[in-house]
């Protein structure tokens, strides 16, 4: 509840502010020298939202997160405050009896789990796979993409084939379009649950793909399993099945000779920025944010603008 949460922000010495004029770029601007994390009022930004981003906030200071140093490093404070959040939302005393009891009736959903605890789809997904593999018996891969198939987000320890770029990098890499993440944009079940069989070099995945349309571009979140683990889930007796031949085959990366024929020279796309030029940049404080406007908007409110 709301009184637990600013009980633990009391905990950890802030208190929590709403306010309409947080900058863009940021979920959160936290003020240390005066103790005070500032989140999104109620207009733009929901209750659960406001909840998971305070937690998060929280546990970059619980867990004595110094500034990151390089991507990689911001990307696993990220993970790191991620977890914090759902291990607080979501505890482990109440979600694995919760989880073991849709197993033994073959209706495992992530969806469920969001509705019981009141979270995101993407905070269940996380927490769902942080308790699966110990609690639950089975690997589990988590994605997170956007509309052109971009992952922004991956977890997995079931051997599903992501594709990596030559340092090893998953985020900033495009997805496979035969895959879920991907194929639940057209999908008759956008708006609820796109569930499909992936054949894939490494063998054969179940996976539930959840579209969230809150937020332009929208953004997918899969959750998915072994050939052999969907028989847990509800959406196990899917008919739809794709097989995706990526890195090395023909499904994604080869253009056919009439396109080429008909668009070289002709086509001009214009690139949106995406994680993966985050990927390949230098990183000052916080990649992505303009920290002229995070300082100006601290100022202002410690001046006593909208108070
Ligand atoms: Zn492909």
Request: overall charge negative.
């Amino acid at each position: 509840s709301k009184g637990d949460l600013n009980a633990l922000a009391a905990h950890f010495g802030f208190t929590v502010t709403r306010t309409p004029d947080i900058p863009a770029s940021v979920r959160s601007v936290t003020d240390t020298r005066n103790g005070k994390i500032y989140v999104h009022g109620r207009d733009s930004f929901d209750a659960k939202q406001a909840r998971s981003v305070i937690l998060q906030t929280l546990g970059h200071f619980a867990l004595e997160h110094a500034d990151p140093k390089d991507f990689g490093e911001f990307l696993r404070q990220r993970v790191e405050a991620n977890y914090f959040a759902g291990a607080v939302l979501v505890p482990e005393s109440s979600a694995v009896p919760f989880l073991l009891d849709a197993k033994s009736d073959r209706n495992l959903s992530v969806e469920d789990l969001k509705d019981r605890f009141f979270v995101s789809y993407e905070m269940a997904g996380h927490r769902f796979t942080n308790l699966a593999t110990q609690h639950l018996g089975f690997g589990t891969h988590f994605l997170r993409s956007d509309d052109q198939g971009i992952i922004w987000k991956a977890y997995s320890n079931n051997g599903v084939p992501f594709p990596k770029n030559s340092a090893g990098a998953i985020e900033g890499q495009r997805l496979c379009r035969e895959w879920g993440t991907r194929q639940a944009f057209t999908s008759d079940a956008r708006f609820t649950i796109h569930y499909q069989y992936t054949d894939t070099s490494e063998g054969t995945f179940w996976c539930a793909t959840f579209v969230e349309t809150a937020q332009e571009p929208a953004h997918a979140i899969t959750v998915g399993v072994r050939f052999e683990d969907a028989r847990w889930f509800r959406g196990w007796n899917t008919e739809r099945h794709s097989v995706s031949k990526c890195p090395d085959g023909a499904c994604c990366r080869f253009v056919s000779e009439e396109a080429a024929e008909r668009w070289n020279g002709y086509a001009w796309p214009s690139v949106r920025p995406n994680s993966h030029v985050l990927a390949a940049m230098p990183v000052e404080t916080v990649p992505g944010v303009d920290m002229v406007e995070i300082y100006e908007f601290l100022t202002r409110r410690e001046n006593g603008a909208f108070d």
